[in-house]
């Protein structure tokens, strides 16, 4: 038997840097640890029984997100990413909704994003340093 970390991890390293390579990513890694913590339960009732609190691979969901924030710094490709995660997230939450019976055209589906405040920061401190005219949110 293969034995794999199970580990909710911030080191995601995608292909790439585009927006649309992260997300998905970011979305193939929750699925595949998410797969892991099925393995785990399977492990462990066979060797100490039924009497566990490990979570279903079903309680990882990105409906979870619900009236989340999704924050990002506010360089292009993270306010892409930002929006296309975000898009995901509604995505999961419209569908969650359908599974539970009820209508997502009369639910608030609310997914917030924001700016990054640290990184908003240092950005106007190097306008400000730099004495520049305007302030452009980039990177």
């Known amino acids: 038997m293969l034995f794999r970390p199970l580990l909710i991890s911030s080191s995601i390293f ?6 649309e390579t992260v997300c998905m990513s970011i ?3 929750l699925k595949e640890k ?3 913590l099925d393995q785990w339960i399977m492990v462990h009732e066979s060797m100490y029984g ?3 609190d490990i979570p279903s691979a079903e309680s990882i969901h ?3 997100m619900r009236d989340g924030i999704v924050t990002t710094d506010t360089c292009n490709t993270a306010r892409a990413l930002s929006e296309l995660i975000s ?3 509604e995505e999961a939450i ?3 909704i359908v599974d539970t019976g009820g209508d997502p055209d009369y639910e608030e589906i609310n997914v917030y994003r924001q700016d990054c405040h640290n990184h908003m920061r240092n950005v106007w401190i190097k306008h400000v340093k730099y004495g520049y005219p305007t302030i452009s949110m980039t990177c």
Request: net charge neutral.
């Open 14 to 19: 995608p292909e790439n840097d585009k927006a």
């Open 27 to 29: 979305l193939d890694a």
């Open 34 to 36: 998410a797969s892991l």
């Open 50 to 52: 039924p009497n566990h």
């Open 62 to 64: 990105l409906s979870k």
């Open 87 to 89: 898009f995901e997230i």
């Open 94 to 96: 419209k569908q969650k």
